[in-house]
């Protein structure tokens, strides 16, 4: 099948395809970024996606980390760039570092705590504000596992969420509940065929060198 | 009195009990109303993962020492008795004090030399009651306390000190930091004190703890203020200076950094904030930390360089910007491919060459890396940050900071381009030259021909380091070789 390149995004450009369909898949690359109240468990969201693992402690992010997970959706291959953030107010201001040019995000509260609730409802606005026009962003009512001592229900999330058109999941890192899931999801909103977002500023010219897709994603 | 029947009965009797009791544990199983002796639970092991510093560990550590470590046992054993006698005629002359800070000070004696690196014993006197004053104002009036909590909730709870959830040093750690962010109040609490506290607690107690805390938060020598401050005012003239000293001496790497989108930024916010914790093995950083206390911040940056060159020939080889990451937050604190000696050798010798090059000391500190408000001085935390509440808007120096750093992408991405086309002219010439990053690096500092042999000498001692190192068992003799 003949895909097109993404060109432009962030990490777009760094869909190597074969021209004119020797490959089987398409391929793309996103970036996304994960926003959210300190110690709601954005690492931990991470964590179980690329390494399906759960640390009750997990340590607490400094600045910011960095991995990635690749997976299939039907014929595409559809890498995530992930951008872990620390939630400490203090470090506010080096998130644009890390949203800036992301194609996706994904802001994290706890059900357990009302505030990160609103500190989720803050951080949506901004990336209304500041973010790609274009960016894709879920919100994840996360430690779900500990839905009996909730405090934010889940209809109120649901409609803020279809208020303000972003996906919405109640996660658990920690039991791996939607973890996949809410990961699956954006990348199914993703566009993958179109060159038209070109908000990234963190260009890589050279994509089809290094940034090769793996071809046995769906092992 | 007790007839013979009536003793039998009761022997009956017990052992009836002692049967019933251990067939209902077994019924109860798994459940949680089943009481445990602690030795019954395989966490018990911990005692064969743990090393000496408290650190637990995936598997249990080896049964046996090896011969490299009975040596260096050894050898910590003499300095013992060097360093008792070296106190004992405290302060020594500092070349002498020099000298052994970077053959590394002995566990035993820590705690006694990092206080008196940092003035701690002579804060405390001078600062009596200050501590109980302030925690007790913390109790009424932090504004960070559930960060503190949060934060300390997950500090080195692989550490026997920090394991069990309000242990001592947990209600310790607890306590400093709160206390703190009263102390000196225009910094409050930031990630990362956390991380520089638990260390400090490992060797000191509470109230020492807090003062040699304040000593490395204000004190000029290492200046951490600058770095946790709204605004991260040291952090930014800390990495523009690493980027510079990259550009200058190492520029292979740093191209192949900026290639694949690797900013600065990313890998050494964590270095400089807790000085390398978590990010190499404990033991090395505490090695780090005892040069960091004696010659102050500079170490920082050499420790930044002294990492990357270490391992500039793996980083190289790594296409990849998460693979860069991983190999840079990950790996190297599992396993830094070189022993702690070799590192810290390595270390004085970056040090000397920066020097050497005038590449050591970053541009001057200005005047919003320090405490302007006095400390101590109690300030009641305005509304907003009472209830936690997030301001509506940035502050000046946030949005300062989110412009230097949008600067810093663009430039970055600038960068790129350039480096691309440069890349491909290159090519051509290195194939005539010395291959791999020699030829760089005598290029950059071509019109320095001192300093660009004597970098040589430092690429000569490192290659016989990195053959003994890539195997980790290798004998001692081959490192002395050199």
Redesign the interface.
């Known amino acids: 099948m003949a895909t097109t390149p993404r060109s432009g995004g962030a990490a777009g450009s760094g869909a190597a395809q074969r021209p004119n369909g020797t490959s089987q898949n398409k391929s793309c690359q996103f970036k996304l970024v994960l926003l959210g109240e300190?110690?709601v468990g954005k690492s931990s969201l991470v964590l179980r996606f690329v390494k399906g693992q759960f640390h009750?402690?997990?340590?607490?992010?400094?600045?910011?980390?960095?991995?990635?997970q690749t997976i299939c959706i039907e014929d595409t291959v559809v890498k995530f760039?992930i951008w872990d953030t620390?939630g400490?107010?203090?470090?506010?201001?080096?998130a644009?570092?890390y949203y800036?040019g992301a194609q996706a995000a994904i802001v994290v509260y706890d059900i357990q705590n009302q505030?990160s609730f609103q500190?989720a409802k803050?951080w949506v606005k901004e990336l209304h504000k500041q973010a790609s026009p274009n960016i894709v962003i879920a919100l994840a009512g996360n430690k779900a596992d500990l839905s009996n001592i909730r405090v934010v229900e889940f209809d109120e999330a649901k409609q803020y969420a279809e208020e303000n058109g972003l996906l919405f999941m109640e996660t658990s890192a920690k039991t791996g509940m939607n973890v996949n899931d809410i990961f699956l999801a954006i990348a199914k909103k993703l566009p993958k065929n179109d060159g038209a977002n070109n908000q990234g500023?963190?260009?890589?010219?050279?994509g089809n060198?290094?940034?090769r897709p793996t071809n046995n994603c769906c092992k | 009195m007790m007839t013979d029947g009536d003793q039998q009965e009761a022997l009956i009797k017990r052992a009836e009990d002692e049967r019933e009791d251990i067939f209902r544990r077994y019924d109860l199983g798994l459940d949680p109303n089943n009481v445990v002796d602690p030795w019954e639970n395989p966490k018990f092991e911990i005692y064969h993962i743990t090393d000496k510093y408290g650190f637990m560990h995936d598997s249990r550590l080896p049964n046996t020492r090896d011969s490299q470590e009975v040596q260096r046992n050894k050898i910590e054993l003499e300095r013992d008795k060097k360093w008792m006698k070296m106190l004992s005629h405290w302060p020594p002359a500092p070349e002498k004090l020099h000298k052994r800070v970077y053959k590394g000070i002995p566990d035993k004696v820590r705690w006694s030399v990092w206080k008196l690196l940092l003035n701690v014993d002579q804060a405390m006197a001078t600062h009596k009651g200050v501590y109980t004053r302030m925690l007790q104002l913390a109790k009424k009036y932090s504004t960070e306390t559930r960060q503190i909590d949060a934060d300390v909730n997950r500090q080195f709870r692989d550490n026997l000190a920090y394991r069990e959830r309000y242990s001592v040093k947990q209600c310790s750690l607890f306590n400093v930091l709160n206390a703190y962010s009263i102390y000196n109040s225009e910094l409050g609490y930031c990630q990362g004190m956390a991380c520089v506290a638990g260390v400090l607690l490992l060797y000191m107690h509470e109230e020492e703890a807090f003062w040699a805390l304040n000593a490395l938060i204000t004190d000029k020598k290492y200046g951490m203020h600058g770095l946790f401050i709204e605004g991260f005012p040291k952090l930014t003239r800390f990495i523009d200076h690493h980027d510079r000293i990259l550009s200058k001496i190492m520029r292979k790497l740093h191209k192949h950094f900026t290639k694949h989108n690797v900013d600065a930024l990313l890998y050494a916010i964590k270095w400089f904030f807790v000085v390398f914790v978590e990010r190499v093995p404990f033991s090395l950083s505490l090695r780090v930390w005892d040069i960091f206390l004696l010659d102050g911040d500079r170490v920082i940056l050499s420790m930044a360089i002294t990492i990357l060159y270490l391992h500039k020939d793996e980083l190289l080889r790594l296409k990849d910007m998460d693979a860069i990451i991983e190999y840079l937050q990950v790996k190297l604190h599992k396993n830094f491919g070189y022993n702690d000696d070799d590192a810290v050798q390595a270390l004085e010798r970056v040090m000397k060459k920066l020097k050497d090059l005038k590449l050591d000391q970053p541009p001057p500190a200005k005047s919003n890396e320090f405490p302007t408000r006095t400390l101590g001085d109690f300030v009641e935390a305005d509304f907003e940050k009472k209830i936690g509440r997030r301001r509506n808007d940035y502050t000046d120096t946030e949005k300062q900071v989110i412009t230097d750093v949008i600067i810093r992408q663009e430039q970055n991405a600038g960068d790129v381009q350039s480096t691309m086309s440069y890349e491909t002219s290159e090519c051509a010439t290195v194939t005539l030259t010395v291959p791999e990053d020699t030829h760089s690096l005598r290029s950059s500092l071509a019109g320095t021909s001192v300093a660009s042999s004597e970098t040589m000498s430092l690429e000569d001692n490192n290659i016989h380091l990195k053959t003994a190192n890539m195997l980790q068992n290798t004998p001692q003799r081959e490192l002395l070789g050199t």
């Open positions: 300190s110690a009750e402690y997990q340590e607490s992010t400094i600045g910011a980390a960095f991995l990635t760039e620390a400490q107010e203090r470090y506010h201001s080096l644009p570092m800036r505030d500190r803050t500023t963190s260009i890589r010219p050279n060198e290094t940034n």
